[in-house]
């Protein structure tokens, strides 16, 4: 059974940083893309960012570029999402995902963890 489990979220102020961590279980992921989403409360879910766990290559959705650094480790199995310069507007639950395909789209990927909630205080 494959398990993602997301750690390291909190309240935090404005220009704060945090270090998401996501546990994964059940399966290795070398053939996956490893992502972020993140919603926000009356909002769609909504990419953040994701790592191909082969190559280690990343994309990232516009409004953390430059802000928010996703990296693996391929011994402990797990994916980090590096948040610096934190804003209110990144207040959200924000949910580890894992999928077979390069994409931005919730829908193309087939495990979730539970969500861990990141708060930013102005």
């Known amino acids: 059974q494959v398990q993602l489990v997301e750690s390291g979220g909190g309240l935090v102020q404005a220009g704060d940083s945090l270090r998401l961590s996501c546990a994964a279980s059940?399966?290795?992921?070398?053939?996956?893309?490893v992502g972020w989403f993140r919603q926000a409360p009356g909002k769609e879910r909504e990419f953040a960012a994701h790592?191909?766990?082969?190559?280690?290559?990343?994309y990232y959705a516009g409004s953390v570029k430059g802000r928010f650094t996703i990296s693996r480790d391929n011994a402990k199995n797990t994916v980090y999402l590096q948040m610096n310069t934190l804003r209110p507007e990144d207040t959200a639950v924000y949910y580890c995902?894992?999928?077979?395909?390069?994409?931005?789209?919730?829908?193309?990927?087939?495990?979730w963890g539970q969500g861990t909630q990141v708060t930013v205080s102005s």
């Open positions: 059940g399966r290795t992921f070398n053939s996956y893309f």
């Open positions: 790592i191909n766990w082969s190559d280690r290559t990343t």
């Open positions: 995902a894992a999928g077979r395909r390069w994409s931005t789209m919730r829908n193309d990927y087939e495990y």
